[in-house]
């Protein structure tokens, strides 16, 4: 486990499903990796809108139960979600990515699904090898560790790729 990442539970299995989430109150986006012996192979990913007319509660409630919905279907063993991050310039989008990340970690936890937190420098870097990689290069790092043929789109999904990729790199070095 790396030592600069956190989790909500302790007790933790080797696991082999790792879902990555991108918070986002207008869009979370998802990703579902799976522990292959040729590495890590994409099983599914997308995003989950809320409603952008709708008043907060409803918005958050539209994220939270999209995750249930995800955690349902694929079971996956551990949740890696990037953490709440702020700027000076934007201090608001801090406070709204807290409202679905309170939502999504909900759901996680009444899903029976432990939760490891990374900050988007730490994902950034592992994945790019710089903290301050572009959502570009992000795109372009998922698609060649990936073998895909096309970039993920939207960023988001990219993202959530990223996170799950994470955690899969850290802990492969003691686990796998």
């Known amino acids: 486990m790396n030592l600069n990442s956190t989790t909500d539970d302790e007790e933790l299995t080797t696991p082999t ?14 990703a579902l990796l799976e522990h ?10 997308g995003i989950i809108r809320s409603t952008q007319d ?26 890696v979600i990037e953490q709440v991050f702020t700027t000076p310039k934007f201090p608001k989008s801090s406070i709204i990515m807290a409202h679905a990340r309170g939502a999504i970690l909900y759901a996680a936890h009444d ?6 937190h990374y900050t988007p420098t730490q994902i950034k870097r ?8 572009s ?12 073998g895909l043929k096309t970039i993920l789109e939207p960023n988001d999904v990219a993202d959530a790729f990223a996170a799950a990729l994470c955690h899969y790199h850290t802990i492969r070095v003691t686990c796998f």
């Open 36 to 45: 292959s012996l040729k590495g890590p192979v994409l099983c599914e990913g």
């Open 111 to 116: 899903g029976g699904v432990p939760v490891v």
């Open 126 to 133: 592992l994945i790019t090898g710089s903290g301050r990689a």
């Open 17 to 30: 499903r790792f879902l990555g989430i991108d918070p986002g109150l207008n869009r979370t986006g998802y």
């Open 54 to 79: 709708g008043n907060l509660a409803s918005r958050v409630h539209e994220i939270g139960s999209g995750i249930r919905e995800v955690i349902e279907e694929f079971r996956p063993d551990i949740m």
């Open 135 to 146: 959502k570009e290069q992000m795109q372009h790092a998922i698609k060649t560790e990936l």
